[in-house]
């Protein structure tokens, strides 16, 4: 099962989506198998959590619809923070309508979550043609995107910055690898819309693959990690689905008959599925790479760890239905791969110091589950 593998083995197994291969290669750059789920209300709150915990997480997971002001600032803040900081977005939006209406729920409207999310995400009951509903509206809105970048470069059109001020050199962090007129008026050059994972590299420098797995068998120091960084890139211009296939909450009406439709139909569409939402690794077939993304972790206090505890005690769960558990019962235990941790750490006191002991937490767990038959 390719649970049992690192993910920089994982990331060179073939027919993976290009967002899988490059999730799995940012990863083991950075170390971190982290998502922190942004339940924010305004602009200025989300971008500052993304700043305090960018550095420690592979994916933001946003819930853009409780965002009061959210506008096209929100989006070019939180697109030029995850390109500095080197992280997905994941708009958690739980699609689950027929297919006209999720098309225009990702595609238009204030929110427009197919033009900067990277991932969101949908439920399979109301048949299978979801996915392909929303993988041709992802398609459409890329072109859209390309084009319309493309028109301003060549018009020149002014931007205006997260600070509502014009600045012909802001970078809106879009992913087409273009950027608007300089100062001096001249066009600078524009790159390619299409974003791949293979590279050419100059004289001896490394492939991103083989920096990746240098740096996530923990050879070399920080200034490795950040080569290995600089040397990914920007993520691939395309958009992944996760299939809603468990959920933490009890008493949840999600049975195993039910994730293995999920399973089903993500095989079905490989070239928009990129994995499941799920509590448990759903890689059961020889050809299963999907990445597992589990909401519901927690870990219990310093003072308890301190004291050596090593249940959550009282914090089983929120009284709202949410359940919890540990990142090492969780990706050590069930094989997961990426945590989602929302208020253990939105609720801490330093909360990058808090994001960083999740992430070691969960890497812990995740050398602990393929210590044995790394490869």
Request: some cysteine.
């Amino acid at each position: 099962m390719s649970h049992s593998l690192q993910f920089s083995a994982r990331a060179d197994l073939p027919n993976n989506h290009p967002l899988t291969v490059y999730l799995y290669r940012l990863i083991s750059i950075k170390r971190s198998n982290l998502c922190v789920s942004a339940d924010v209300n305004s602009t200025s709150a989300l971008l500052r959590l993304a700043e305090e915990v960018g550095d420690a997480i592979c994916v933001l997971k946003t819930h853009a619809d409780v965002v009061d002001d959210f506008s096209d600032r929100t989006i070019a803040g939180l697109r030029e923070i995850s390109r500095r900081k080197k992280f997905l977005i994941f708009e958690d939006r739980k699609f689950g309508d027929i297919g006209s209406t999720v098309q225009a729920q990702y595609t238009r409207g204030p929110l427009r979550i197919a033009s900067w999310a990277h991932l969101t995400n949908a439920h399979i009951f109301p048949g299978p043609a979801i996915i392909t509903a929303l993988h041709s509206a992802a398609d459409s809105a890329l072109q859209s995107l390309v084009h319309n970048v493309s028109t301003e470069i060549s018009a020149g059109t002014p931007h205006v910055s997260p600070d509502g001020d014009e600045d012909d050199d802001y970078d809106f962090g879009n992913e087409t690898g273009t950027r608007p007129l300089g100062r001096s008026g001249r066009k600078n050059s524009v790159v390619t819309a299409t974003t791949t994972i293979s590279q050419t590299f100059e004289g001896t420098a490394r492939s991103p693959a083989s920096l990746a797995r240098a740096v996530s068998a923990g050879e070399g120091d920080a200034g490795d990690r950040a080569e290995a960084l600089d040397a990914l890139g920007e993520p691939p211009l395309a958009r992944g689905l996760l299939l809603l296939a468990e959920m933490s909450s009890a008493g949840n009406l999600m049975t195993a008959a039910y994730a293995q439709r999920c399973l089903d139909a993500a095989r079905a569409h490989p070239a928009f599925v990129v994995g499941f939402i799920a509590q448990r690794a759903l890689n059961e077939g020889a050809g299963d790479n999907f990445v597992s993304m589990t909401p519901g972790v927690s870990l219990p206090s310093v003072a308890e760890e301190e004291e050596g505890k090593a249940a959550l005690g009282a914090r089983t769960g929120d009284g709202l239905g949410q359940q919890y558990r540990t990142p090492a019962k969780v990706v050590a235990g069930d094989g997961c791969d990426v945590v989602i941790v929302g208020r253990g750490i939105l609720g801490a006191r330093d909360r990058a110091r808090e994001a960083e002991r999740y992430r070691v937490a969960a890497w812990t767990a995740y050398e602990s589950r393929v210590g044995k038959g790394r490869r």
